[in-house]
């Protein structure tokens, strides 16, 4: 395992899962559970196996709940940190927030609390650091996608070869965004702190520099949107 690769990680917890309501009303959506375990707790048990140790959490609903679930990361072999945020800061002012926290030398790892993907392959990301620290242009963001799911059958951008676009390119598959990547801190460079942004507006710029790679993934993949899909994966076999 190449050391230099073990970056921190973010894991985005501060939604307040209005689809998930009522099972949202007393608990944070990403403490929702699937076999008996919290979808951060899949998450974190991953992290781990893939030798991350410095973890930073979001969280805005009832987030006392989740620093109470999962305390300081030992429990998991991890040293864990929180960035509470009084209000949702979406998904790139929340990683603008917990910057100082995550204090990466130039990538680091998100992953959205309310994903399940139990064979996550972390470690397959980590071996991409090297390669994009390497590349003249260097990319902004490395992001996993994935096939569309039912829910969301017209994907997000395209995907030729390494190369994601906002724009079709000649033989590109368009997919969805896994909610899974690897990110350069100066994405997030010219983000006001403390003010609500969101991810997509600031991949799409990056995209048109063409700074923006990403790879396919097709092991198991869920959103976890609704009552009824966590009700169906809590009954699947997987």
Partial sequence: MNKSNLIPCFLLAAGRGERMRPLTDDLPKPLLTIKNKSL?????????????????????????????????GSQFGLHITYSPEASPLETAGGIRKALPLLNPSDYFLAINGDVFSPNLPIQQLLDQVSSLRSMPNTPLAHLLMVPNPVQHPEGDFYL?????SNEPLDG????????????????????ELGTPAKLAPLLR???AENRVSGEKYTGPWHDVGTPQRLQELNAANE
């Fill in 205 to 207: 710029e990056a995209m």
């Fill in 160 to 164: 030729q070869d390494s190369r994601v």
């Fill in 40 to 72: 951060l707790a899949w998450h974190l048990e991953t992290l781990n196996k893939a030798g991350i140790k410095q973890v930073v959490i979001n969280h805005a609903w009832l987030g006392q709940k989740i620093e109470l679930a999962l305390g300081n």
């Fill in 172 to 191: 590109a598959e368009k997919l969805t965004f896994s909610g899974i990547g690897l990110y350069h801190r100066d994405l997030f460079k010219d983000l």
